[in-house]
């Protein structure tokens, strides 16, 4: 029996996906019938494992939730009990949509589309769901890994490996669900999909620690640090502090940034022109991350700081959907876009930190 939802159904991943992230609503519209129903449906479900996880409850309440989610993911026609429960519950920490979204009204549609996907498709989501979740119960838990320490009353990742463990765990595994998606619905045979499942923990990763430079102040506002403690001490920790970094500290944690975007291109240019919606899509989420860091390396000294805003304006974004448009079936373009703009990037950090410039790449599209 084929995949379809209502009317009503549609409209709800639209109005979820609009309430929890605009530029992924932004980037699901883009996908073809029924992937891009399958990959808004798989988010939101992501986003119920990050609503546990950030909630401030105990680490036994939480434990609990894991236990229920894990439910739902095997039964999701028991959602109306479960969502009924969890109405009765306080969930502290969460905006308001995300408090709703928990409950029956907002949250029993989600898994009544869920018991309606092919068994393959709940399979997959099912899996890297609960890797994921596997993931975020380790977070809070100080017996595994990723392993949080407390420097000047901010939890910080310990160690380079639980950094990347950590953005494994929330980044990587959705890279993971939503290749393993993209190669049926495409029907992706021969050597593509290896290709494609050797870069797509480090596209999700790529993206999550863009997030993190991006969101660097706003974290530190919850008590949170998700760089790793050790590049932390090498700063003498006044990046905790926003007391800015030295200058070889920025250009590492973007250097390292810049490293796994690197890998999301080979990702990006391994996906085969006839997947157009799929390309798109990982266009809208790949050249926006290399213009956050462009816009990083233009703070310079204010990185670190109480002046460390870095999110691109809507024209910026404007100019993205311009450059994707443009570089969607041009994979020599989208291989010299993200070459220039890594150079701009690190050209730019050196001028606005006083290094002895290069050469500027003055890029601000493709080609």
Request: charged share 25%; aromatic share 8%.
């Amino acid at each position: 029996m084929p995949f379809h939802l209502t009317q009503s159904q549609q409209e709800y991943l639209d109005t979820r996906m609009n309430e929890v992230s605009r530029s992924f609503a932004l980037v699901v519209p883009l996908l073809e019938e029924p992937l891009n129903h399958y990959i808004g449906a798989a988010y939101l479900i992501c986003r119920v494992v990050d609503n546990i996880e950030d909630c401030e409850q105990p680490f036994a309440w939480q434990m609990k939730r894991f236990a229920e989610f894990r439910q739902l993911l095997h039964e999701p026609t028991c959602a109306r009990e479960i969502l009924a429960g969890w109405e009765g519950e306080d969930w502290p920490g969460l905006t308001p949509e995300e408090k709703r979204m928990m409950g029956v009204k907002s949250g029993l549609m989600l898994w009544q589309i869920v018991a309606l996907m092919p068994d393959k498709v709940r399979l997959t989501i099912g899996r890297w769901a609960l890797v994921m979740a596997e993931g975020m119960k380790s977070v809070n838990d100080p017996e595994q890994a990723p392993v949080f320490t407390t420097r000047q009353d901010v939890q910080v990742l310990s160690k380079e490996e639980d950094y990347n463990h950590y953005c494994y765990f929330v980044a990587g595994t959705v890279g993971h669900m939503v290749t393993e998606l993209v190669i049926g619905h495409y029907r992706l045979n021969g050597q593509l999909p290896d290709r494609l499942l050797s870069n797509c923990e480090a596209f999700g990763r790529g993206l999550q620690k863009t997030n993190i430079v991006k969101d660097f102040a706003k974290d530190l506002d919850r008590g949170i640090c998700y760089l790793p403690d050790r590049w932390l001490q090498e700063a003498q920790y006044s990046p905790l502090a926003l007391d800015g970094a030295p200058i070889e500290w920025s250009q590492m944690v973007i250097d390292n940034v810049l490293d796994e975007l690197r890998a999301a291109t080979d990702y990006l240019l391994a996906l085969p022109y006839e997947a157009e919606g799929y390309r798109m899509a990982s266009l809208l989420c790949l050249l926006p991350a290399y213009q956050t860091l462009l816009l990083a390396a233009q703070k310079g000294p204010d990185l670190f700081t109480p002046k460390h805003r870095v999110k691109i304006s809507r024209e910026v974004m404007g100019q993205c959907l311009d450059d994707g448009r443009r570089l969607l079936t041009d994979n020599e373009g989208i291989t010299e876009y993200s070459r220039r703009l890594e150079a701009e990037i690190r050209t730019t950090l050196g001028i606005t930190l006083g290094v002895t410039p290069g050469t500027s790449a003055g890029i601000s599209g493709a080609g």
